[in-house]
């Protein structure tokens, strides 16, 4: 359930109910990933980390759920799952969030407008329950996202070379009895 604090950002300092973002002012809580969401987050960090290592060194991951501040908007943070910065930039290029089911027009609509005017080139929405991957590629499609429903390789389109299986987002990987 969405709960509505107005707030400056000085006074955001710790979310009553835990994971919380705050957009112009006012405190969203975000649902809590489940075990398909975890799964995924452990999946494109492992297969970024990977990607990083040899082909991108200088570009940084930031870890999942950490603040992201837009200077430009104030009383704004957001704690996307995946927020990459390029070249030592200063505002991430690639940003990957959770679909959220209690708060879908802040996922689809509001979101992707503050990541686009906040200089993001890629913004992904994953939503674990349909099995469905939105891509904002904002300087090619602005707000109108491709959406990837089946099994395919799917390119981050802020490198030349680097490639995510569609099916392995989706795969179950829980801890193993």
């Known amino acids: 359930m969405t709960q509505v604090i107005r707030l400056e950002q000085g006074e955001y300092t710790q979310c ?4 919380c973002e705050l957009i112009n ?7 809590a ?3 398909k969401g975890v799964g995924a ?8 980390s990977k990607f990083r290592l040899a082909h991108r060194p ?8 950490a603040e992201l501040v837009f200077p430009q908007l104030e009383n704004t943070i957001l704690k996307p799952e995946i927020a990459v910065t390029v070249n030592g930039m200063e505002f991430p ?8 089911d209690n708060n879908e027009e802040i996922s689809y609509l509001l979101k992707p407008a503050l990541y686009r005017d906040a200089g993001v080139a890629e913004y992904w929405v994953i939503d674990p329950d349909r099995e469905v991957i939105l891509i904002y590629s904002f300087e090619r499609s602005g707000l109108v996202p491709l959406i990837i429903e089946g099994p395919q390789r799917i390119r981050v389109s802020i490198y030349k070379n680097f490639f995510l299986s569609f ?4 795969k179950y990987r829980g801890e193993r009895k």
Do not use: I, M, T
């Not at 009553?16 to 994971?19: L, T, V």
């Not at 200088?58 to 759920?65: C, E, I, R």
């Open 41 to 48: 987050v452990r999946y494109l960090h492992a297969a970024y």
């Open 25 to 31: 002012g006012v405190v969203y809580e975000k649902a």
């Open 167 to 170: 099916s392995d987002f989706f």
């Open 16 to 19: 009553p109910e835990g994971n």
């Open 58 to 65: 200088l570009d940084k991951v930031a870890d999942p759920q």
């Open 33 to 35: 990933l489940d075990d």
């Open 93 to 100: 290029q690639w940003v990957v969030e959770f679909a959220d």
